[in-house]
């Protein structure tokens, strides 16, 4: 695996993650379209920004080591970001919509 791939898996967990949230829960949903952007968006914040502390895809894929345990953290903190931020944008939503 390369870190590219690495990153493209990241961002379709946080799709899925997002979508898979807006289908159970459908007060925080906003519709496939808008929750696959927001879990876009939301993997790729979550990744940069935890990234810094050790498991962005170029860590894992370390001089060619695989590191299994950053992989599934990478993918964890980017279904969480994928949730996560569908929250907070329907949070904000409400709050403009008043």
């Keep these: 695996m390369t870190g590219t791939l690495i990153s493209l898996i990241s961002i379709f967990i946080g799709i899925i ?3 898979l ?3 159970f829960r459908k ?3 906003f519709g496939f379209t808008g929750n696959t952007l927001i879990g876009v968006f939301g993997s790729i914040l979550f990744i940069k920004i935890f990234g810094r502390l050790g498991f962005d895809p170029w860590s ?3 001089n060619g080591n695989f590191n299994g345990f950053l992989l599934l953290i990478n993918l964890c903190v980017s279904a969480l970001g994928g949730f996560l931020t569908l929250i907070f ?3 904000v939503y409400k709050k403009m919509n008043k």
């Design 17 to 19: 993650a997002a979508n």
């Design 21 to 23: 949230f807006g289908s």
């Design 27 to 29: 007060k925080f949903s």
């Design 60 to 62: 894992i894929m370390n």
């Design 89 to 91: 944008a329907k949070i």
